[in-house]
Structures are given as C-alpha cells and as structure tokens.
C-alpha cells in the first residue's frame, strides 16, 4: 500500500477525508471496523465506515485503501454505497473498545483503552497490534494515570463490547465533529453507549447533539440525565429547540424541569409554550441581536461575529429601544448584514434601519411564514406583537424542520438504499 505508515492510532482517523484517486472528497472517517479473535492474536482490520453525502455511512474495504496520512486517505476509486450494517462478528473500535477496561494479562491490572494501533501484513492486510492503555490507579512510585503502549497479546478482556466502557475516548476521537455528524453517530450507537457518550458531554456540546437528534433519542437521553443536569442542558439549547423537546414532555416532567432552570432562562421557554406549535410564535427563538438605536454599525458587527451564533440568525440585527432582551421596547426595523458592510463603522444602527418591510405576527400560520421568507427571500423575520414589542425571530432553518415530515431527522439517519452485495467486500467481512 503506497503512503501508507507502519503503525496507524486508529483514534487519530476520525473525521479524516477519504478522497477518490481523482482527488475528490467522498466523505470523512468514523470508525475503523475489525474481527476480534477468540484466541490472544491480533485482530484483523476489515475496513473504514466512512461517513459520505446526506451523513449515509458506508462500508470501506482495507483492501481498497491505498494512502493512509494524517490528514487524508484515499481509496482505489471503488465503493459501495450501500449501508453500512455492523455485524455480530465484528466490533467498532472507536466506538466500542476506545475506554474500554480491561486487564493487562500478567498482573491482572485493570486499565482503560486510550487508543489501539493498526500495521500492515505483507498481504496487504491490517492487523491492530498495539494497545494505549491508561492505568486506573498509582501504585508505588508509579504516578497516576500513567499511560503506556503494550502489544495486543498482553491484554485480556475485549470479549464484552460493553464491559467497563467509559466514553472519553470517543468524545475526544470526534471532538472536530459538527454537532450534526456527532448526532448521527450518538444515534446509532447501542442506548448504553449512548448514554454514556451523553452523561460525558459538556452541557453545551450535549445541546447542541441533542438539537440535531430525533425527537425520541432527545427524550430518552433527558430522561436518563440527573434532573438537575437536564436542566442545565436545557438551558444550554436555543430556547425555541427547548421549548419544543419541553412540549413534548409530560406536564409534570416539564414543570419540574422548569422549576430547576433559572428563572431568566425559563421565563422564554414558558412564553415559547403558549404559542401552537406551527405559529411564527410557536417557532421563533427568543434569542435574536437586538441593539437600541443609538448603536453604532461597528457594535452590530461585533454581535454578528460571534461564532457560536446560528447563520441564519446573524444574517439580520433588529433595532429596538429599550429593553433589547425580548419582549423587547418599541420594535423600529431590521438592518441586514450586507447593509452594515456597506457602511463606515461609525454610522448609527438608526439611520440605516429598514422600516418598510411589515413584521411576523406570533399567530401567523407555519405556511404564512414559509410565503413571507419566500417573498422577500430572507432567511429570518422579526416576530412582534400587537403592541410593538419584539418577541424573536424565526429562522428559515426552524421552518424547514416543521415542514418535512415529523420523523425527517430519523429517515435521514436510518434510511438505507437497496444496493447489491459487493462479493469482495462479503469475502472480507465473512472472513475472521
């Protein structure tokens, strides 16, 4: 195999580009797939599940991988797109054995898997060979947590896929994920690996998986948090994704978990839910830029910029008196982003303002909002109520989401095509 290393960290191969012989980008890595053996010999590597269009994760031969680096890999130009359906037979290492405790075999020692290696054959298979562990505990003069390479054979215990397995690893393999492309992986994993992965996260890495996932997968990940945890974490969502997950919810489910929030952080979400579900009221974010009038293009700017902020919601500021935290003062207009690149940095939000184009009601149906952004070809619109004031704004994305069909996120997730049988991939795979 050309470019390829004589030892591969199998952990350092996620989300890497896989490129045809054309230069092309396919798609990117998410695990790498082997064949453990009943007896202490190296597993044979079978193959990459790479992640290619419309987050579809299909099966790559290790016999078809030409260049292994550390920023690319490219295949011989032939692939399967069908699903990729994990066997019994085989064991995903990033996603089943990284964290993993086991024992070295002879002290008995326990220790977690960081990381496993994989090497060449002169048969142009791959085998995993080496194993990163981490110890659990100092012993001696032994500092804690030492970490050290042993080969595979000096370790016992990779028999029960879900034995010990803890999930830093794998949050840490796909840490570059988009929240979108780690959603499609938490949503395949087994539940107890899920809720792993889950209690792992960081609230606001958590919130935003979780506004990715289908509306079942949210329900079942909140409800196996500590309540308090669910709390902060719903805080963490955008409140219109909150409050959506919160309707579905039982009502003293939902009360509880309101009680526990913050009261400025829960007030939206209790607004949110009075509103039916497909209104611009039932559909905004309470979150959108606002700044008074006397703001200068400069100050919008510097909001714009911020880079956890939704694309779509940065696409506007709305120019409001006081208060500017919805429900805001006296509404004004909106000044778009190509506006305020047009203008000198000290210029006044007020003189720039656009006044013309009518305001969403929060009553106003989910088809009424699809007509006004189609109309005016906006990606968001102000949602202000019968007194002037501000509520928030609904973004092109949420209407989208409303008007597919309920269970999009998980079709996209599940939805595998019927493609032939690949005969070289079925020797590989059949083969242990």
């Known amino acids: 195999m050309s470019g390829a290393p004589t030892r591969v960290f199998t952990a350092r191969l996620a989300g890497v580009a896989v490129f045809d012989p054309a230069g092309d980008q396919v798609g990117r890595v998410r695990d790498v797939v082997v064949a453990l053996r009943l007896v202490p010999r190296p597993p044979r590597v079978l193959g990459l599940v790479v992640e290619v269009a419309s987050r579809r994760a299909v099966f790559l031969p290790i016999t078809r991988v030409t260049v292994i680096e550390a920023d690319a890999i490219v295949f011989d130009g032939r692939l399967n797109v069908r699903r990729f359906q994990k066997r019994e037979s085989e064991t995903l290492v990033i996603a089943e054995v990284l964290d993993r405790t086991v024992r070295l075999r002879d002290s ?40 050290l390479v042993v080969d595979w054979e000096a370790v016992e215990g990779f028999s029960a896929v879900e034995h010990g397995q803890g999930a830093a690893g794998l949050i840490a393999a796909f840490e570059r994920m988009k929240p979108a492309d780690l959603a499609n992986i938490v949503h395949e994993l087994p539940e107890k690996r899920r809720t792993e992965v889950a209690v792992a996260l960081d609230d606001e890495r958590l919130a935003d998986v979780l ?10 990940i909140l409800g196996k948090l500590d309540v308090d945890r669910a709390a902060d974490v719903l805080e963490a969502m955008g409140p219109d994704d909150a409050a959506d997950l919160l309707g579905e919810l039982p009502a003293e489910q939902r009360e509880r978990l309101l009680t526990l929030m913050e009261p400025r952080e829960a ?88 006044t013309e184009l009518d305001p969403l009601r929060p009553t106003l149906s989910l088809q009424g909002v699809a007509r006004y952004l189609a109309t005016y070809n906006l990606v968001a619109g102000a949602v202000v109520d019968e007194n002037g004031h501000l509520l928030g704004s609904v973004t092109i994305d949420d209407v989208l989401d409303h008007l597919l069909p309920e269970d999009w996120r998980e079709t996209a997730m599940d939805t595998s095509a019927e493609w032939p049988a690949d005969p070289e991939e079925e020797a590989l795979r059949g083969t242990t």
């Open 108 to 147: 008995g020692e326990p220790v977690s898997v960081v990381d496993v290696a994989m090497e060449p054959t002169r048969t142009r298979d791959w085998l995993v060979t080496k194993v990163a562990v981490r110890r659990r505990t100092g012993r001696g003069l032994r500092k804690r947590g030492e970490s």
């Open 211 to 220: 506004e990715e996932l289908p509306e079942d997968d949210q329900i079942e």
């Open 267 to 354: 007030a939206p979400l209790r607004r949110l839910l009075t509103y039916p579900d497909h209104s611009a009221g039932g559909l905004m974010t309470t979150d959108p830029l606002v700044v008074p009038p006397d703001a200068t293009v400069a100050e919008a700017l510097a909001l714009i910029r911020r880079p956890d902020l939704n694309p779509a919601l940065a696409a506007q500021v709305y120019v409001c008196r006081p208060p500017t935290a919805t429900p805001t003062g006296h509404y004004l207009g909106t000044v778009h982003f190509q506006r305020l690149l047009r203008e000198p940095p000290p210029t006044l939000v007020s003189g720039i303002v656009d």
